[in-house]
T-cell receptor
Framework: NAGVTQTPKFQVLKTGQSMTLQCAQD?????MYWYRQDPGMGLRLIYY???????DKGEVPNGYNVSRLNKREFSLRLESAAPSQTSVYFC????????????????FGAGTRLSVL | EDQVTQSPEALRLQEGESSSLNCSYT??????LFWYRQDPGKGPEFLFT???AGEEKEKERLKATLTKKESFLHITAPKPEDSATYLC????????????FGQGTTLQVKP
């Protein structure tokens, strides 16, 4: 049981390049989330998928796209990377709400550290 | 607008010196308040969730409490291994599970 797995762990891009960050969870969770973490800013929600087949914008969606490939996988794409997208990206998944003591808890991956030059 | 503010930003303690971290929040319809621990270079690790004012949770040297406006994370007789960044987050009335995070408190415990 690996939990939430993110790939790659590190990436360096040049301005204008594109890339996809991968996230997979093996906990049979319905909801998945992408956050970015910047110094002094806390974690900010980029996009989320409340259930398979649905995606919605979070607080800072500009410059990103997402795909909920199936129940396990939720990818984040940068079409044309900019230096402002240099950050640490975290994927999380959530236990279905209403399930006793574990309700609403989000579990996080180890992160992808992205630098855009 | 939902908002979370944590204080202090950084805290240095001697081993055994107890203290508290604060998380002040404004949210419409609190569904839950969450505390996470984050070690350098790693993802946030879940510690506690609190659902209603007056609720308390404990785990080893940590105790989390909740009022209608704030939450405290009390650390009793901390050890160097408690050094980490502690994150507070709230979930509002939406059932989508969206969390609003504070900026975190970085705790350093010196031996």
């Amino acid at each position: 049981n690996a939990g939430v797995t993110q790939t790659p762990k590190f990436q360096v891009l040049k301005t204008g390049q594109s890339m996809t960050l991968q996230c997979a969870q093996d906990m049979n969770h319905n909801s998945m989330y992408w956050y970015r973490q910047d110094p002094g800013m806390g974690l900010r929600l980029i996009y989320y998928s409340a259930s398979e087949g649905t995606t919605d914008k979070g607080e800072v969606p500009n410059g990103y796209n997402v795909s909920r490939l199936n129940k396990r996988e939720f990818s984040l794409r940068l079409e044309s990377a900019a230096p402002s997208q240099t950050s640490v990206y975290f994927c999380a998944s959530r236990f279905p709400s209403g399930r006793g003591l574990a309700k609403n808890i989000q579990y996080f991956g180890a992160g992808t550290r992205l630098s855009v030059l | 607008e939902d908002q979370v503010t944590q204080s202090p930003e950084a805290l240095r303690l001697q081993e055994g010196e107890s203290s508290s971290l604060n998380c002040s929040y404004t949210v419409s319809g609190l569904r839950g308040l969450f505390w996470y621990r984050q070690d350098p270079g790693k993802g946030p690790e879940f510690l506690f969730t609190l659902y209603s004012a007056g609720e308390e949770k404990e785990k080893e040297r940590l105790k989390a409490t909740l009022t209608k406006k704030e939450s405290f994370l009390h650390i009793t007789a901390p050890k160097p291994e408690d050094s980490a960044t502690y994150l507070c987050a709230v979930q509002g009335s939406s059932n989508t599970g969206k969390l609003i995070f504070g900026q975190g408190t970085t705790l350093q415990v010196k031996p």
